[in-house]
């Protein structure tokens, strides 16, 4: 069944445009435990029957999997889809589990390579510098991805977790498309200065864990005791012990506007953050991930939903009373770095 009745929008004044809901693709190769494959290929094809259209993945997902995962879909739809894709999370052959944030031009021109061969395409339409490296002056940084552009393996620009600052020093190099951060009722950090920034500069916004990482859809309460070993969700602090305790008491307001509506908590959530857009006057395109259809269709719903001002004022106070950061090492997020 298609149902392409997603509402569209431009990322960045040159960007490329897409549905206003895109998907995030990590989850099914990376971060959440075990994946069933024909689950998450199920989970694309009904992403695309509803009309979205940016699908976000990256190098370091699986070391690679991730993207020759999503190959053949993106082979099917290639001209109806927005190709997402990141560099900069280095992986040690010696040792899989770690990341090195390398922003240097002979890694970023191998990465690219390397994410074309896996993707099996001719140019990506999105690339992300996923993390900053400090060592690195961002104006070579960002001169190396723009002259990916100029030679036709890239389309648009993209950064990952950059501070206010780095996105003007990166915008004056080349014109920035879009800044992906996490953005949610749990996490509003990027709204002191960031959001301002992209608005001024005509850049959209790309949220990533708009739905907490599951906790806002009550998926689970404490992840070091519900969830599998192989979920890195088990290593954040919101999400264990008296942090988990604490935030899950914080859903209750989303559980009143949620039933007001015959909604679900996760659509809910989505809604707010789709409602940014207007609120802040940019684009902005929050890419939940999920490996199931059903969820899949139910986060496609949030795009239509309208939340009132009352609802808005209900759901405000949640962020500020969240315990615990969304990260161990905070030192590697855009509000890590403007502290």
Known sequence: MTDRTMPSVRLGETGPETGVQGLGCMGMSFGYGPADAEESRAALERAFDLGVTLYDTADAYGAGDNERFLAPFFKAHRDEVVIATKFALSIP???????????????????????????DVDVIDLYYMHRRDVNVPLEETVGVMADLVREGKVKHLGLSEVTAGELRTAHAVHPIAAVQSEWSLFSRDIEAQVVPAARELGVGLVPYSPLGRGFLTGAFTDAAKELTDGDFRRSQPRFTGDNATANAALLEP???????????????????????????????????????????????????LVLTEEELALLEPIAARVAGDRYADMTFTSAGREQ
């Not at 052959?93 to 993707?119: C, F, G, H, M, T």
């Not at 559980?255 to 015959?262: I, L, M, Q, S, T």
């Not at 802040?280 to 395109?285: E, I, Q, S």
């Open 93 to 119: 052959p010696d040792d899989p589990s770690r990341r090195i944030i390398r922003n240097d031009a002979p890694y970023i021109r191998q990465a690219v390579e390397d994410s074309l061969k896996r993707l």
């Open 254 to 304: 989303v559980r009143r506007v949620a039933e007001a509506h015959g909604a679900t908590l996760g659509q809910i959530a989505l809604a707010w953050v789709h409602q940014r857009a207007a609120v802040h006057g940019l684009a902005v395109v929050p890419i939940p991930g999920t490996r199931k259809a059903e969820r899949v269709t139910e986060n496609a719903g949030a795009a239509h």
